[in-house]
């Protein structure tokens, strides 16, 4: 399907989508294995300007949007789910300073981060804080002219190998969503520390610990928008990133599609090629119909975002949705029109089914999209009355 991408648009896409072929195919097997975090290929991104793309050009970045951003996110997870995460979660961590930074933090930290020379990770989830994001009990508490942060998150995503951590704390516990406030944390500050690198299903490649808080002292100024702001900061952001879940979706299953359309006709079966046979026909037209279809939604949410629209957490819930329960079937369904040879791990598509999984269950479960796209239509259909 032509999606008429412009000129820059198709520079990005090609040149993701050839890092992806020739740095990322070729060891994405080992990183899993290793569980290696995939510093060269970052490396890689940063030199070809990627990590600028969604930046603002005064801050040294490319000005574009979350479309761009989306095509070189969708390309990497065709490859990779775990390198994609890292890369992904670096625009996770840096929405808050985007959308609610002051200029002079935006002054001094954009410019790092676009040149790709530091990594930052987004920290809201805590043991009693996942889907219910206002149980957050880290806490920060203003002293003179710093803020003291206290507490554990926990399954952190470019935890330990990120420089910047915008974490979400409570700066008044009383007041539950509205007691909330984000901060900019930066690795060495004392009294932030990190749990082990966890073991995971999937997305292996990518690094998943604790932050750990004692007694952390941060600048005042270190405080995104206002006290009590912070909850209003992860939603927005959550609301802006869950695009580029819905890409990554696109991605693994558009990789994972590929693999098994391949095998299917060199594997010859009852004296033909198995992709002779109906039933595994149909199970690949469903397939390219499902990924088609994420991808349009995918991609007419990024614009849609990048129109400037004010409101869009239902249809960013809506593509993250679609896209990632997409990418769950079309990877178990290429397992299976694989056969044994999918279940083997000499093949890519068992290590795309693993780390597909991931996609239902970060940023928000599917479950609190559906919860998210319910009251959005509560809201809507109050308005019409
Ligand atoms: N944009 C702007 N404001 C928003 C908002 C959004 N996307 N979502 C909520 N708000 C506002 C609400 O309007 C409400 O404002 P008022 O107090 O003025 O009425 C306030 O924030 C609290 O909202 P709500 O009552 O809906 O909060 P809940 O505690 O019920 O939680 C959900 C809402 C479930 C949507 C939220 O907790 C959530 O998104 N959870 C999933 C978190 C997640 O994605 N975690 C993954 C971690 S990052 S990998």
């Known amino acids: 399907m032509d999606y008429f991408l412009n000129e820059e648009q198709l520079m990005i896409r090609d040149l993701a989508r ?10 994405r097997a080992e990183l899993d294995e ?6 060269e290929i970052m490396s890689a991104l940063a030199q070809s300007d990627f990590f600028g793309i969604y930046i603002p050009e005064e801050y040294g970045g490319f000005g574009k949007g979350s479309f761009e951003l989306i095509l070189a996110i969708e390309e990497l997870s065709r490859a990779c789910l775990g390198v994609s995460t890292t890369f992904a979660a670096n625009a996770l961590g840096t929405y808050p300073i985007l959308l609610y930074g002051s200029g002079e933090q935006k002054k001094k930290y954009l410019p790092d981060i676009a040149s790709g020379k530091k990594l930052v990770a987004f920290a809201l989830t805590e ?12 806490t920060a508490k203003l002293e003179g002219s710093e803020y003291v942060l206290n507490g554990t998150k926990q399954w952190i995503t470019n935890g330990g190998e990120a420089d910047i951590y915008t974490v979400i704390a409570m700066t008044d516990k009383g007041k539950g969503a509205r007691g909330a406030s984000a901060f900019i944390v930066e690795k060495g500050t004392p009294g932030f520390s ?14 998943t610990r604790e932050l750990l808080f004692e007694d952390c002292r941060i600048p005042k100024e ?20 869950r695009t580029g879940v819905g890409a990554q979706g696109v991605g693994v299953a558009q990789g994972a599609f590929e693999t098994a359309v391949d095998y299917a006709k ?9 992709i002779s046979i109906q039933a595994v026909q149909h199970m690949l037209a469903d397939m390219a119909t499902q990924i088609e279809a994420a991808r349009a939604l995918v991609y007419a949410v990024a614009r849609f975002i990048d129109s400037g629209a004010r409101d869009v957490s239902k249809n960013s819930a809506i593509a ?16 299976q029109v694989m056969g044994g040879a999918g279940y083997m791990r000499e093949y890519p598509v068992e290590k795309m089914m ?6 239902q269950i970060y940023e928000g479960t599917n479950q609190i999209q559906r919860n998210v796209i319910g009251q959005a239509l509560i809201k809507e259909t109050a308005k019409k009355k």
Request: charged share 25%; proline share 3%; aromatic share 6%.
């Open 266 to 274: 060199e594997r010859q079966q009852f004296g033909q090629p198995v």
């Open 354 to 359: 693993r780390d597909a999984k991931i996609l």
């Open 194 to 207: 990190f749990g082990k690198k966890e073991n995971k299903m999937g997305i292996r490649a990518s690094s």
């Open 222 to 241: 270190n405080i995104i928008s206002k006290q009590g702001m912070g909850f209003i900061v992860a939603m927005k952001t959550l609301d802006s990133s």
């Open 18 to 27: 050839q890092i992806a072929e020739e740095k990322v195919m070729p060891v």
């Open 127 to 138: 043991a009693s804080a996942g889907s219910d994001a206002a149980g957050v009990q880290t």
């Open 320 to 335: 993250k949705l679609f896209a990632t329960d997409v990418a769950m079937k079309v990877t178990v369904d290429a397992v």
């Open 34 to 39: 290793k569980e290696e975090f995939p510093r």
